[in-house]
Nanobody
């Protein structure tokens, strides 16, 4: 089992910034993918950004140029720096971890609210 602990959500005005953190512990592997999904009320969960242990990153189009995902592999931690936030970024953000066998683990979610 892998446990994920998220932090860094909150309320921010449009144009502001937030930084999310997610630390993995338990049965972690040096080969993995970590990232962030989000889910707004009444909508499906969607990928925001993902970073693999070999350095590959991927972003949803709306996050490109505004969000940056980074990792500290020594700490099994992934970060999401979010700049130029928009009201449509409002959602619960979930950290996820995928092990080498394709098993996904999820954090409890952290609320991000962007006011206009």
């Amino acid at each position: 089992q892998v446990q994920l602990v998220e932090s860094g959500g909150g309320l921010v005005q449009a144009g502001g910034s937030l930084r999310l953190s997610c630390a993995a512990s338990g049965s972690t592997s040096s080969v993995n993918a970590m990232g962030w999904y989000r889910q707004a009320p009444g909508k499906q969960r969607e990928l925001v950004a993902v970073a693999t242990s070999d350095g590959t990153t991927n972003y949803r189009d709306s996050a490109k140029g505004r969000f940056t995902i980074s990792r500290d592999n020594a700490k099994n931690t992934v970060y999401l720096e979010m700049n130029s936030l928009k009201p449509e970024d409002t959602a619960v953000y979930f950290c996820y971890y995928r092990n080498p066998f394709g098993v996904d683990y999820w954090g409890q979610g952290t609320q991000v609210t962007v006011s206009s």
